[in-house]
């Protein structure tokens, strides 16, 4: 069984298609791509595979179960976790409590016992408290763990980001152009640490990506996607040769 089974997925916004009939398969500790132009459809299928959008048509199977239509939060307490391509923390709580307060909604605390600080809330607090600096720790964040994420340099709230994603234990992350916005210091560290994410952790990553080192340097295998359609698959050596891709996505320059 594949840990990931996407079929059929068609997305249409009034009269754009911006998905047709996208088919995808991933296994188990895989750590594949995919990549396009801009405005191929590719941060459309993230937000319907985390239940963010509602497919028109097509099935997706997570982990032997259907989740079309679930909500966000069912998802992520199924396994799955993402990063966001526009960075999305919650600027108005340190870096510690934006950690924090992701372990208690994939533990399925809501926002207000957490505010309220219910008996339940309490007795998990303890063990989330060390759960939150153990990712902290892992993520070379701790020494950020006081502060406003807007305070923070780029590339230190991707990996706040980041260490969010894995604050719910996923199985399966998903990460929306991770390298966006970075100088090159901070995509070796980003590379570092994804690398060392799944070797860590022994999760699945799915990866959208831009930045063609990132991509060929951790990726398995490539999916490539224009115009909402499927134009190839394959590890990176096969799409960078692959005519089809150059021609509609990475340009000559790449050979
Ligand atoms: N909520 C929405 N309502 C209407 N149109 C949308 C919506 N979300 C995406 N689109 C459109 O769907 C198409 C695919 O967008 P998408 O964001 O998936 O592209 P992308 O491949 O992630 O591009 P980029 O590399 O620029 O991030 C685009 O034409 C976009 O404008
Ligand atoms: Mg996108």
């Not at 895989?30 to 801009?38: C, D, R, T």
Request: proline letters at 3%; glycine letters at 10%; charged letters at 25%.
């Amino acid at each position: 069984m594949s840990l990931l089974e996407i079929t059929g997925l068609t997305q249409r916004f009034g009269g754009l298609q911006a998905l047709s009939n996208f088919s995808f398969r991933m296994e188990e500790r895989e750590l594949v791509g995919l990549i396009g132009p801009n405005g191929a459809g590719k941060t459309t299928v993230f937000n319907i595979v985390s239940g963010f959008y509602k497919a028109t048509e097509g099935t997706i199977v997570f982990d032997g179960r259907r989740i079309n239509g679930l909500k966000p939060h069912r998802v992520t307490a199924m396994g799955m976790a993402r990063t966001f391509q526009n960075i999305r923390l919650w600027n108005d709580l340190t870096v510690l409590d934006n950690i924090r307060l992701a372990r208690y909604a994939w533990l399925g605390y809501g926002f207000w016992s957490a505010v309220l600080r219910t008996k339940r809330y309490r007795q998990a607090e303890k063990a989330v408290e060390t759960k939150a600096c153990d990712v902290l720790e892992m993520m070379e964040l701790a020494e950020y763990a006081g502060e406003f994420p807007k305070n923070l340099p780029y590339g230190l709230q991707r990996r706040v980001e980041l260490a969010r994603a894995l604050a719910g234990n996923p199985r399966l992350l998903l990460l929306d152009e991770p390298a966006a916005g970075l100088n090159s210091a901070d995509v070796e560290g980003l590379i570092r640490h994804i690398r060392w994410i799944y070797d860590e952790f022994k999760i699945s990553i799915w990866m959208i990506e831009h930045q063609m080192k990132v991509v060929m340097s951790l990726c398995q295998r490539l999916a490539v996607i224009d115009f909402g359609c499927t134009i190839a698959e394959g590890t990176p050596e096969e799409i960078r040769r692959n005519p089809e891709v150059i021609r509609a996505y990475l340009g000559d320059g790449a050979l």
